[in-house]
């Protein structure tokens, strides 16, 4: 561990979003069929991450406002990169006659590309995606702050007992909705049910990911044995790749309350095995979730790398590298952004206390 990140849990966050990425894919190839349940991991994660970092300064006084602020200038320039690119393919498929004719030129050059770059679920949409210049991906962020906001409202406040309440109580209804469904937990990402099904699937699954960094000292956890990050990560792969033809229900319900709070807990008790990659794994894994949707998306439908046709292989592997590589170029930019940023600040607080001085 280095401050608040577990180069572990980077490493997971970072074979998770590859495994989204070889999820929406299946036009190529039919395996990684369970790569949606990395949603679910997201929000485990994400519940974690966020404790660590903010449950001891929104104890100290640190406000809703405060908080929601620090999180926007951590996720929105990514987003709002990703999503300029996101809509650019939306136009380029559209101007190619290839995918998104049936819009209304309202909703191709207004409508889309304001829903998207303010995230706003277009739940009217009569063709059911909620985003569709970012291939629906958005509808988990939303339901992330969604799951953001009420922590820092006050469910930081609530006993751990409480927590495991919620928690279980979330998950008994995400199960029933599984099997009512015919889904499993493959629910959340069109606009027949965003509301409540994508929120019922994942606040329960942010408010886990609290309760594992209360309880991840316990003495009980520290008797767990420390196994290879490499073998867990690997372990991830397993579940994904788990194949299916339907909804699984029970599957996925033992899935996000057993196996993904396990594997993050054997992450963090292993941390001193997780190797070097995995920082640079979890430094992508946020850009690679955004922009691979689309990007695979306009890959399928085109006539040198698209799969109307069949199988295939070097189409597949086109899409992938260019989503890599864009993932990849997408946190550059952001991050020289941010340097530059830093920079700025430094020299406005710089020539602040010069003025100080000379008075």
């Not at 485990?44 to 104890?59: D, K, T, W």
């Not at 409480?162 to 979330?170: A, P, Q, Y």
């Not at 979730?289 to 070097?314: E, K, R």
Request: proline share 5%.
């Amino acid at each position: 561990m280095t401050g608040t990140r577990f180069r572990g849990l980077d490493g997971l966050r970072g074979v998770a979003a590859v495994t989204v990425m070889l999820f929406h894919c299946d036009k190529y190839f039919h395996i990684f069929r369970h790569g949606y349940l990395a949603v679910d991991l997201f929000m485990i994660l994400s519940g974690f991450v966020i404790a660590l970092r903010y449950e001891e300064p929104l104890r100290e006084g640190l406000t809703i406002e405060s908080f929601l602020c620090r999180r926007a200038v951590r996720l929105l320039p990514t987003y709002w990169i990703g999503a300029l690119l996101g809509i650019g393919l939306f136009w380029l498929s559209i101007g190619l006659g290839l995918n998104y004719t049936y819009y209304s030129p309202f909703m191709r050059w207004i409508g889309v590309p304001i829903a998207t770059i303010f995230m706003i679920p277009l739940i009217w949409n009569k063709w059911g995606a909620l985003y569709p210049a970012l291939e629906n991906v958005p509808w988990s962020l939303v339901a992330e702050w969604a799951a953001n906001a009420l922590y820092a409202e006050g469910l930081f406040r609530l006993s751990t007992r409480s927590l495991i309440v919620l928690t279980l109580s979330g998950w008994a209804v995400m199960s029933v909705v599984g099997y009512h469904t015919g889904a499993g937990w493959c629910v959340g990402m069109r606009t027949t049910d965003l509301m409540p099904f994508g929120f019922i699937r994942c606040i329960p699954s942010f408010i886990a990911g609290v309760v594992i960094y209360r309880v991840r000292e316990h003495s009980l956890l520290r008797r767990l044995p420390v196994i290879s990050t490499a073998l867990l990560l690997m372990g991830w792969f397993g579940i994904a790749a788990i194949p299916a033809t339907s909804g699984t229900a029970t599957f996925d319900m033992l899935t996000v309350t057993v196996a993904i709070p396990a594997l993050i807990v054997l992450l963090i008790r292993s941390e001193e095995t997780a190797p070097a990659f995995c920082s640079d794994l979890g430094a992508i894994s946020y850009p690679l979730y955004l922009v691979q949707a689309p990007i695979i998306a306009i890959g399928t439908v085109l006539p040198l790398t698209g799969a109307s046709h069949g199988a295939n292989p070097m189409g597949c592997i086109v899409a992938i590298a260019a989503s890599i590589a864009a993932a990849w170029g997408l946190n550059r930019i952001v991050l020289q952004l941010s340097n530059l940023a830093k920079l700025v600040r430094n020299n406005a607080a710089s020539r602040g206390r010069q003025a100080r001085a000379s008075l």
